[in-house]
Every structure is written in structure tokens, then in C-alpha cells.
């Protein structure tokens, strides 16, 4: 187990683990001013609205916990659903004339995120372990290529699903069960899936054994390589996925599409309690980290406190003291 679950503090016999009660701590704290500066802060709109808007990031960051966990780093998820968003809505669009309009044509389209949602994830991790070429210079490359790429396919500006299509497809984003919308309902499935497999499964085992310590790991019998491609391939199929979730919203996509999601992604895995230098990591965590990014920007638009556009700025403090905070405990 990873030094950051051992710091804590004894308080009349009871071990409190600040590293698990931080998150969750800061997240009802959160909650609490939100009510506090705002009556409408939990109603079932703005919540749902939270929620369903934060599911894509929340995908991603599943993913990212199992990169982070087993040592790596992806930047490149952002522009990563830039470009498959972008493929997907110029591929349905080409389509559409063939196979008229209908659901046959979302099928063609959902395939093919997850298809290249995979190869992109294979790309970034066997360069990383087959190429043995630094995961940060890698998806540094992978992000400034993809984001050409959605920018040469718009021709500068902006793709447009077909509106026939989009009217069919909006219900994969705007639609639900039981008043829940689809995109909370794949991220807490997917949240759930993420969290047995890395607690339960010799994949998630072998990602904390890599990352503590890769050579130890390796003459443990751990496939080191195997397993460290695979993280990169499941992150880049859940990128597909957040895609599929993320198009019927707006039916459209450009250069900017996704911008800074791989930020958020990586605090939100930072914030829950993953180790940035691998060897730990848990997806719970990952889940609460990713309110708590939502919470602090929807407190910022309901609110004139703080202008909503220092949003990125304070995220990148949380990140900076995540990580001082985690140094700290593994040094104490």
C-alpha cells in the first residue's frame, strides 16, 4: 500500500486517514456553501445540470486513474474526443445519404469513436512501452496532432452533424431513466466497473505494482509492457465513450471542443487521492474529485464572488496543492 493511506493521525483510538477523509471533507464543504450562498444550489435542476456535465470529464478520468495509477500520464484526451468527435459527425454526415435517416447511421457513428477511441489510447501506449519514449513527450505530440487534425477537418471552423441527425441523436444526452440522464447513468455504471476492477482484478493489482516500482514489478512476472498499453487503450475507448455521450449535446464540433479537459481529468484523479507518480489509486476517489471541480465552477456561475473565467486558474491551485500535500505525506 502507498505511503500517501498511511498518513493520518490517532485521535482517542480511532485512525482518521486524512488522505481519505480530505476529498470527501472539502466535497460536503463545498455542498454547504453552496447552499449557503444560494437557496436554488440544490435544486434538481441545477444538480442534474452538474452531474450530466461533469459525466464527461468523470469518463475520462476513470481512465486516467488507471494511466496515473500504473506510472504513465495522457495530455492528449482532450484533443483526443476533439478529433473523434469531429471523425464521428463528418463520417455520419457522409453516410447519411446512403443509409437514410435513422438509427443505423448513430450505430455507424458510435462504432466509430470506440474505434477510435482505441486506436488513439493503442498509439499513445505503445509508443510510451514499445518505443520507450516519455508518456509526457508522447501525449505532449499526440495532443498538438489531434487538435490540427479536428481543425483541418473543420477547415477552421466548426463541424455540424446533420440536423435531422441531431434531433435523433439528442436523446442520448437530453434523455434518461427515471429522470436521470444517460451521461450520469454510464458514468456512475462506469464508475462502479472502474472501482472493482482496480480493487479486485489482477489488472488493477498489476497497475499499482508498476507503478510503485516497474523493475520490482517486472521480475514479479507482472507484464509490465502488456498491462501499461492496456491503461492507455481503456483510457482512449472511455474517451470514445465520453464522445458518444458528448455530441448529441451540442450536434457539433471545432478546434475547441474539449479544451482543457486533460487538466481536468488529471486534478480531478490528483484531488481523489491517486498518487501522480503511480503506485496508488482509487476510482471513488477519482469520483468525488470530479464534484468537487464541477461544484467549484456551477458555485462560481451562481455566485459574483469570483468571476467564473478564474474557474481554470483555481483549479490549477488545487492541482498545485494536491500535489504538495501528497509530497508531504510521503516525506512525513
Not at 10 to 19: A, E, M, S, Y
Not at 79 to 85: E, G
Not at 153 to 172: F, K, N, Q
Not at 271 to 292: A, E, M, N, S, Y
Request: net charge positive; proline share 3%; aromatic share 8%.
Amino acid at each position: 500500500m502507498s505511503s500517501a493511506t498511511t498518513q493520518g493521525a490517532r485521535t482517542g483510538g480511532w485512525k482518521v486517514d486524512l488522505h481519505v477523509l480530505g476529498p470527501i471533507l472539502a466535497l460536503v464543504a463545498l455542498i454547504i456553501i453552496g447552499i449557503i450562498l444560494n437557496p436554488n444550489f440544490l435544486s434538481y435542476a441545477n444538480i442534474t445540470n452538474v452531474l450530466a456535465r461533469s459525466a464527461f470529464i468523470g469518463i475520462i478520468a476513470v481512465g486516467m486513474t488507471f494511466v496515473i495509477t500504473a506510472g504513465g500520464l495522457d495530455l492528449s484526451v482532450g484533443s483526443m474526443a476533439a478529433f473523434i468527435a469531429g471523425l464521428m459527425i463528418l463520417v455520419m454526415n457522409t453516410v447519411l445519404p446512403m443509409l437514410g435517416e435513422g438509427v443505423s447511421v448513430i450505430g455507424v457513428g458510435i462504432v466509430l469513436a470506440l474505434v477510435a477511441g482505441l486506436i488513439a489510447g493503442a498509439v499513445n501506449g505503445l509508443l510510451v512501452t514499445r518505443a520507450g519514449i516519455e508518456a509526457f513527450i508522447v501525449t505532449l505530440g499526440t495532443m498538438g496532432i489531434y487538435r490540427s487534425l479536428v481543425t483541418w477537418l473543420a477547415d477552421g471552423g466548426t463541424l455540424s452533424l446533420d440536423y435531422a441527425m441531431r434531433e435523433l441523436y439528442r436523446p442520448v444526452y437530453y434523455g434518461g431513466l427515471f429522470g436521470i440522464s444517460w451521461p450520469i447513468i454510464v458514468f456512475a455504471l462506469i464508475a462502479i466497473g472502474g472501482e472493482i476492477v482496480m480493487r479486485h482484478t489482477p489488472f488493477g493489482r498489476h497497475c499499482a505494482a508498476i507503478g510503485s516500482n516497474e523493475t520490482v514489478a517486472r521480475y514479479s512476472t507482472v507484464p509490465v509492457k502488456r498491462v501499461k498499453t492496456l491503461t492507455y487503450v481503456l483510457l482512449g475507448f472511455l474517451v470514445g465513450i465520453a464522445v458518444i455521450m458528448y455530441v448529441p449535446r451540442l450536434g457539433s464540433a471545432s478546434a475547441a471542443t474539449g479544451l482543457l479537459w486533460e487538466l481536468e481529468a488529471i486534478a480531478a484523479v490528483i484531488i481523489g487521492g491517486t498518487v501522480l507518480k503511480g503506485g496508488f489509486g482509487r476510482v471513488w476517489g477519482t469520483v468525488v474529485g470530479v464534484l468537487i471541480l464541477s461544484l467549484i465552477g456551477n458555485i462560481l456561475n451562481l455566485t459574483d464572488m469570483v468571476s467564473p473565467y478564474l474557474n481554470g486558474a483555481i483549479q490549477g491551485v488545487i492541482i498545485i496543492l494536491a500535489v504538495v500535500l501528497q509530497r508531504k505525506g510521503t516525506a512525513d
